[in-house]
């Protein structure tokens, strides 16, 4: 679409055109009306001069055959009348040569006119009666030329008219008809020309607004805000900028951002600003370090953009955030961080220092009991099973505790062997038989029959994982029974997938506290603590195992 610029050129144009033709048209009008003036004046000088032939012809045939005076006389105005005549002739063909449309018929007068005049002349020298029967047969004969060529002028004078009168008006049609349009042409040009120096004046006012706008924005923001040459000086800076660096205004303006500059920043600064000048890039943001008044370094976060003018870089735009709390808050987080990691380690190594110190004599309590339990008195009887009992529990409490310490510090490993998978059941299973039957429960395994017998994998890990399932189902268990299911659910070249399920008839837990049971140090509730003793740790140790493995997964009838 157009701009108001281009129409207006298009109308200025085009009333140009208009302007031109009007002029050409009434060139023409003027130079047809001459033209038909010069024929009409044409016309009447021939009619007048005809008229003027004829009316001396008169004269020459009264004074050459009817005249009685002398013949001196006679021959000498007959002579005059007769060189008039053949003059007025000889003019008129000149004339009608130029520009009459009766040119034959005047030369047919001019021979007529001869003729008779030929007559005059010998009838002044001898006057016969023949000659002046000819000479009245021959002017007749004049006459009747001249009134036909009186009757041609007079029709072309009245078609002329009138043709005239017809160019006339349409000459007038033309240019009232060219005027009207230079007229609407420049009706256009003057409206299309009101409207660019409109359109210039609201773009000289939203220019007007938007450089308040900017200069209200930039004075009153509380982020630092510069206008930088490409050479590096100051031209205006923000009282934020100011405040933020301890100068006044004056003082800046005299610096370049090259002195503020710490001297490990101004490197990567140039830089992108040679990028920014280059036009491989529009803008930057960096964080750098600029050197305030009172002698310290500022850490700040720089955002430039170049403008530039019609391709030309003219200066940059620089806002400068000071992020020197945040960077004090992040340095001391990192801090806290490598002193939390440090007590992690400290803790860590701690736990299993302290473990393995306190299971090497409990291994020794534990066994000297089972010992003494072999001939034991009956009144020792009860006392040795509690300290077998809390050995025992002991020992699984720093048993879990190293597990944990082991997953947390990511020290785990896992290996992948071959290794016959339903003896590896069977011997769980043979492991808690023992507790199960003294609790007076039943413990079974169901062994899917399309299971293969050598599979590989950990088994020391699977070991600890069912293990731990089985033993809580076992413990949370007063009568009943517990079973461990395995079933192959896929087997494809990538490995075996395979179900294992425990299933117990023991106290359950509500469905509220299932989100929070694999949980470090959780119990269902400190009821259950009380009653059955623990820590809490054997189903979180399960449950990271088996994230470890990408095994871990939720069911309706427990986890596996």
């Not at 034991?376 to 048993?399: C, H, P, T, W």
Request: charge should be neutral; glycine fraction near 4%; proline fraction near 1%.
């Amino acid at each position: 679409m157009m701009s108001y610029k281009q129409k207006a050129f298009f109308c200025f144009i085009l009333s140009a055109v208009m302007i031109l033709l009007v002029a050409f048209i009434s060139y023409i009008a003027i130079v047809e009306l001459k033209s038909s003036s010069d024929r009409v004046d044409h016309t009447h000088h021939v009619i007048q001069k005809t008229l003027a032939i004829s009316s001396k012809l008169s004269q020459v045939y009264q004074a050459a055959f009817l005249n009685n005076e002398s013949r001196l006389h006679q021959r000498r105005d007959s002579g005059k009348l007769v060189a008039a005549v053949k003059d007025d002739v000889n003019h008129l063909i000149l004339v009608a040569k130029d520009k009459s449309s009766n040119l034959q018929e005047i030369e047919l007068l001019q021979r007529c006119v001869c003729e008779f005049l030929s007559l005059a002349e010998a009838n002044i020298v001898e006057k016969t009666d023949n000659t002046i029967y000819m000479a009245s047969a021959s002017l007749d004969q004049c006459n009747s030329q001249i009134h036909k060529i009186v009757a041609d002028e007079h029709q072309y004078l009245i078609s002329r008219k009138f043709v005239s009168r017809k160019n006339e008006l349409k000459i007038q049609y033309l240019i009232i008809a060219s005027t009207v349009l230079g007229i609407v042409c420049l009706s256009l040009l003057f409206y299309f020309i009101y409207k660019v120096f409109r359109a210039k004046s609201l773009a000289n006012q939203q220019l007007q607004l938007s450089e308040r706008i900017f200069s209200i924005s930039f004075t009153n923001t509380g982020v630092g805000m510069a206008m930088v040459s490409t050479e590096g000086d100051w031209l205006d800076v923000n009282p934020a900028l100011c405040d933020m660096l301890g100068y006044s205004k004056e003082e800046l303006i005299k610096l370049t951002f090259q002195d503020l500059s710490h001297p490990d920043d101004l490197k990567l600064d140039l830089h992108y600003l040679e990028m920014t000048l280059a036009g491989t890039i529009d803008k930057y943001a960096i964080e750098k370090r600029y050197l305030s008044k009172h002698g310290h370094y500022i850490h700040a976060r720089l955002h430039v953009s170049l403008v530039r003018e019609n391709g030309v870089p003219v200066f940059f735009i620089s806002q400068i955030h000071d992020i020197s709390s945040q960077k004090h808050a992040t340095e001391e987080l990192i801090r806290a961080k490598e002193e939390a990691e440090q007590a992690t380690i400290a803790k860590t190594n701690f736990l299993s220092t302290m473990s393995h110190e306190i299971r090497t004599p409990m291994n020794a309590v534990i066994n000297f009991t089972h010992l003494l339990l072999q001939n034991a008195r009956e009144d020792q009887l009860e006392y040795l099973k509690m300290l077998k009992f809390s050995g025992e529990n002991l020992l699984v409490l720093i048993n879990d505790i190293l597990d944990y310490n082991k997953i947390e510090s990511g020290k785990i490993e896992f290996e992948s062997i071959d290794f016959d998978l339903p003896e590896l059941l069977e011997n769980i299973k043979g492991g808690l038989l023992l507790e199960a039957e003294n609790k007076g429960i039943s413990l079974g395994l169901s062994i899917d029959n399309k299971l293969p017998h050598m599979v590989q994998g950990d088994p020391v890990r699977l070991t600890q994982i069912l293990t731990n399932l089985v033993s809580n189902a076992v413990k949370f268990t007063h009568k009943g029974s517990v079973t461990l299911t395995s079933k192959l659910v896929e087997a494809s070249s990538f490995g075996l997938t395979i179900n294992f399920e425990v299933v117990d008839t023991g106290i359950g837990i509500d469905k509220d506290k299932h989100h929070f049971i694999f949980e470090s140090f959780t119990q269902a509730s400190s009821e259950t603590t009380r009653k059955f003793g623990g820590t809490g740790l054997g189903l979180a140790i399960t449950k990271r195992l088996l994230e470890l493995q990408k095994w871990f997964k939720k069911n309706l009838t427990g986890w596996y």
